[in-house]
């Protein structure tokens, strides 16, 4: 089935490793987007890509890094995970808009990660 | 920068009652404005996409109706189910950008 796939489905970390949140998408969007999740903060950009090459920052992307070499994947990389870091991140996309119209998200299926 | 409240923040209600969720911006400069559900634990779905030239869109028994001038949309649910029970969040897209926000959600409670 088309859409977004995210993976690990769920991941614990040590403070201070790194790890990287694996994001693909088959339905040939240009836009793709990470998001994270925590209670009572709602969801907040991390960061978001345009095109393949072309990435920028969110509102929180501190602590993260992103790379978009092909138009499929866009995986998201903790640095040096932090307790602060803990969230369920989402990975979503969408097509660009045609004139007037523009096209709504696809979102994954989220991954749960806790920081020790 | 966009703002994206939603009203109210949680509802419960009995099994078949019609209700209205509701949700305003402040940057009335969108593209269009999509409602998603999310069930506890899981990711969004995707509703209704609707597209700033409408006023209506609709799939069976849930209609989203936008107001872009007075940065308002609301998603009304008919003959509710407790099967409805979730978060509704609305993400207005905003003309030229990528940031999209959305907002914090409406959780709903249908009581059988």
């Known amino acids: 089935n088309a859409g977004v796939t995210q993976t690990p489905k769920f991941q614990v970390l040590k403070t201070g490793q790194s790890m990287t949140l694996q994001c693909a998408q088959d339905?040939?969007?240009?836009?793709m987007s990470w998001y994270r999740q925590d209670p009572g903060m709602g969801l907040r950009l991390i960061h978001y890509?345009?095109?393949?090459?072309?990435?920028d920052q969110g509102e929180v992307p501190n602590g993260y890094n992103v790379s978009r070499s092909t138009t499929e994947d866009f995986p998201l990389r903790l640095l040096s995970a932090a307790p602060s870091q803990t969230s369920v991140y989402f990975c979503a996309s969408r097509a660009p808009g045609q004139g007037a119209r523009g096209y709504g998200y696809t979102f994954g299926s989220g991954t749960r990660l806790t920081v020790v | 920068k966009q703002e994206v409240t939603q009203i109210p923040a949680a509802l419960s209600v009995p099994e078949g009652e019609n209700l209205v969720l509701n949700c305003s911006f402040t940057?009335?400069?969108?593209?269009?404005l999509q409602w998603f559900r999310q069930d506890p634990g899981k990711g969004l779905t995707s509703l209704l996409l609707?597209?700033?030239?409408?006023r209506e869109q609709t799939s069976g028994r849930l209609n989203a109706s936008l107001d872009k001038s007075s940065g308002r949309s609301t998603l009304y649910i008919a003959a509710s189910q407790p099967g409805d029970s979730a978060t509704y969040l609305c993400a207005p897209g905003v003309t030229g950008g990528f940031k999209t926000i959305f907002g914090a959600g409406t959780r709903l409670f249908v009581k059988a």
């Open positions: 940057d009335s400069a969108i593209y269009n």
């Open positions: 339905m040939n969007h240009e836009y």
């Open positions: 609707i597209q700033s030239s409408q």
């Open positions: 890509s345009v095109g393949a090459g072309i990435t």
